[in-house]
């Protein structure tokens, strides 16, 4: 099974910039590199539901980008280094939650669209554990 691990996360100011990543930990036991799975990131913010907020398909990769982080975030992966990583500009105090990294390489997500907006309803391959992000001055 992948098992995904999250860094990058931290505490800063509004408008400052992160970078998360997302990778296979050294307990996977897939045969699949990360490069053969569509992979979304997710937040959850304190009393609210787990929303998917980006969503990159494999290589050649199509993208996903909920509304309210469209034009400040940006995802991207790396085949070479076989991690996912979502860069985060122009932060503000509500992008401040829990981040997590989902994988699927099952065809139940026709589109990036799909996965970032129904995986709560269908479920995922795997999910990381999180990392969490906080906007504060």
């Known amino acids: 099974q992948l098992q995904l691990v999250e860094s990058g996360g931290g505490l800063v100011q509004p408008g400052e910039s992160l970078t998360l990543s997302c990778a296979a930990s050294e307990f996977t036991t897939s045969k699949y590199t990360l490069n053969y799975y569509a992979v979304g990131w997710f937040r959850q913010a304190p009393g609210k539901e787990r929303e998917g907020i980006s969503c990159?398909?494999?290589?050649?990769?199509?993208?996903y980008y909920k509304d309210s982080v469209k034009g400040r975030f940006t995802i991207s992966r790396d085949d070479a280094n076989n991690t996912v990583s979502l860069q985060m500009n122009s932060l503000k105090p509500e992008d401040t939650a829990v981040y997590y990294c989902?994988?699927?390489?099952?065809?139940?997500?026709?589109?990036?669209?799909?996965?970032?907006?129904?995986?709560?309803?269908?479920?995922?391959?795997?999910w990381g554990k999180g990392t969490l992000v906080t906007v504060s001055s």
């Open positions: 989902a994988a699927d390489r099952s065809p139940r997500f026709p589109t990036t669209q799909h996965m970032c907006t129904m995986a709560g309803d269908y479920g995922v391959d795997s």
């Open positions: 990159i398909s494999r290589s050649p990769t199509r993208t």
